[in-house]
C-alpha cells in the first residue's frame, strides 16, 4: 500500500536538492503534481513543475487533494515531514496508508549534533502555530530544550519572566545548508530558519502534583496543595485524556493534571470573570496555555463541551444539578466539599453510588507565643468515584 501511496510527502533540508536521495528525486520527478512552499520549491531544478500552497493552507487542503486525486501527488516538508509538518496533517486527513512519508535529517536531529547533546537527554518543544509559554512547563534546572517555531528574543523575555535569565541561549540557523551559523542567542536575537536552544539554569519546579501555593495566582479560592495532590492521584491522569475542572477557582487542578503530560488537555469552568483571568496567566506561567476556561455557571456552563475522562468538582456542589450532571457523564470523579450542606450531599452521593469518602485534615506548625503549634485549616471531605466501582 505503501508504494502506491497516492500523496509521497518528500522531506528537504537547507541543502536543498544536492542533499537528497534517490528515492527523494525520483518521488518528485516523478509527480504529477509538486506542492510545496516557496522556500522548498525554490530549491528544485527548473524543469520540475511546482505548484505553491495557497495561503492560509488548512482551508483549502481538502479541496487541493481532491482535485488532484487521479494524480500522482508529491508534497515538501522542511526536514522530517512528521516533525511539526505537513506530513501529520495529511496523515490526519487521508490516513497513514495513504501517505507515504521520504524523511530527511529534522532540524532537531542536526541541532543536537551540533550541540553533542543526546537525544534521551533533550525536551523538544514545538510552538509551530502554537502558543509560546508552553516552554515554561519544561524549564527545569540542567534541561536541555530545543524550541522550535520561535525567535531567541521572545524566549530570552520568558526566560527572564520565569527566572531562567542566566540560561544558555543558543540560535542554531540554517542547519545543514551553506550559510549554517550557530550563534548567542541572547545577542543575536533572531534568525530564519533556526532552532532555539536552552541550556537551563534557573529554580526548580516539580513536574509531581502538588506545587506549592505560590506557584499559582489566586485570591483565596484555591484548591490547596496537600488537598489538590489527593484529588489529582484519585483523578488518575492518563496521556491524552481530558479533564473537567468544575468551580475552577485558580484553574490549580486543571494546570497540573494538564502538566502531568503534553498530550493533557483540560477544561476549566469558572463563573467569576476576574478569576477566569487569572486562570489564564496561571497556565501561561506553569507551561500549560492550552487550558481551555469557560466563564458561566454549573450545570448550564457544562453543555456542549466535549466529554472528559475526569471530573474535578472543587466548587458549586450545593448548586441544584450539579452532582448529577457530572455523574451522568460517567467520567471517573473527585469532589470536595467543606460545608455541612455540601458534605450531606457527598455523604448521599456515597451511600447510593459507592466509591470513595474521605475527611483530609491538614494542619500545619507555626508560630504560638514563644512556641510552635499546630494550626488546623478547614477540613475538606472528599468524595471519589470510578465508574463502575462500588467500594464501600
Known amino acids: 500500500m505503501r508504494?502506491?501511496?497516492?500523496?509521497?510527502?518528500?522531506?528537504?533540508?537547507?541543502?536543498?536538492?544536492?542533499?537528497?536521495?534517490?528515492?527523494?528525486?525520483?518521488?518528485?520527478?516523478?509527480?504529477?503534481?509538486?506542492?510545496?512552499?516557496?522556500r522548498q520549491l525554490a530549491y528544485l531544478p527548473d524543469d520540475v513543475a511546482v505548484t505553491p500552497w495557497p495561503s492560509p493552507l488548512l482551508p483549502s487542503l481538502d479541496g487541493l487533494l481532491a482535485e488532484h486525486a487521479d494524480?500522482?501527488?508529491?508534497?515538501?516538508?522542511?526536514?522530517?515531514?512528521?516533525?511539526?509538518?505537513?506530513?501529520?496533517?495529511?496523515?490526519?486527513?487521508?490516513?497513514?496508508?495513504?501517505?507515504?512519508?521520504?524523511p530527511a535529517l529534522s532540524s532537531v536531529t542536526l541541532a543536537r549534533a551540533r550541540l553533542g547533546w543526546a537525544a534521551e537527554e533533550t525536551e523538544v518543544v514545538t510552538v509551530v502555530g502554537r502558543d509560546v509559554h508552553r516552554v515554561n512547563r519544561v524549564l527545569a534546572p540542567g534541561r536541555r530544550v530545543?524550541?522550535?517555531?520561535?525567535?531567541?528574543?521572545?524566549?530570552?523575555?520568558?526566560?527572564?519572566?520565569?527566572?531562567?535569565?542566566?540560561?544558555?541561549?543558543?540560535?542554531?540557523?540554517?542547519?545543514?545548508g551553506s550559510q549554517e551559523r550557530v550563534l548567542d542567542g541572547w545577542t543575536y536575537p533572531d534568525a530564519e530558519l533556526s532552532v532555539i536552544a536552552i541550556d537551563c539554569v534557573g529554580p526548580p519546579l516539580s513536574l509531581v502534583s502538588g506545587l506549592p501555593d505560590d506557584a499559582f495566582e489566586h485570591d483565596g479560592q484555591l484548591t490547596k496543595r496537600d488537598l489538590r495532590a489527593s484529588a489529582l492521584s484519585r483523578l488518575a491522569p492518563v496521556p491524552g485524556e481530558l479533564l473537567w475542572d468544575v468551580g475552577a477557582g485558580a484553574g490549580s487542578v486543571g494546570i497540573e493534571w494538564s502538566r502531568a503530560h503534553p498530550l493533557n488537555r483540560a477544561i476549566a469552568v469558572e463563573r467569576d470573570p476576574e478569576r477566569v483571568a487569572r486562570i489564564g496567566r496561571n497556565a501561561d506561567t506553569l507551561g500549560v496555555p492550552e487550558l481551555r476556561v469557560v466563564t458561566g455557571s454549573a450545570p448550564d456552563a457544562l453543555s456542549g463541551?466535549?466529554?472528559?475522562?475526569?471530573?474535578?468538582l472543587g466548587g458549586g456542589l450545593t448548586a441544584p444539578g450539579v452532582l448529577q450532571a457530572c455523574l451522568a457523564i460517567g467520567a471517573r470523579l473527585v469532589a470536595h466539599g467543606v460545608t455541612l450542606e455540601s458534605e450531606q450531599i457527598l455523604a448521599t452521593a456515597y451511600a447510593e453510588h459507592g466509591g470513595e469518602l474521605t475527611r483530609l485534615s491538614v494542619e500545619h506548625a507555626a508560630p504560638l507565643g514563644g512556641f510552635t503549634g499546630w494550626t488546623p485549616a478547614r477540613t475538606v471531605t472528599q468524595w471519589s468515584r470510578t465508574p463502575g466501582s462500588r467500594t464501600r
Open 71 to 102: 494524480q500522482r501527488i508529491c508534497v515538501l516538508a522542511s526536514g522530517d515531514p512528521l516533525l511539526s509538518g505537513i506530513g501529520t496533517t495529511l496523515i490526519r486527513r487521508l490516513g497513514a496508508e495513504h501517505v507515504h512519508i521520504v
Open 305 to 312: 463541551l466535549p466529554e472528559p475522562d475526569a471530573i474535578f
Open 146 to 176: 530545543l524550541v522550535l517555531g520561535s525567535t531567541a528574543g521572545t524566549l530570552g523575555d520568558l526566560l527572564k519572566a520565569r527566572g531562567y535569565g542566566e540560561s544558555l541561549l543558543t540560535v542554531l540557523a540554517e542547519l545543514g
Open 3 to 38: 508504494e502506491k501511496s497516492p500523496v509521497t510527502v518528500v522531506g528537504i533540508g537547507a541543502d536543498g536538492w544536492a542533499g537528497l536521495t534517490g528515492p527523494a528525486r525520483d518521488a518528485i520527478t516523478g509527480a504529477d503534481v509538486v506542492f510545496g512552499g516557496p
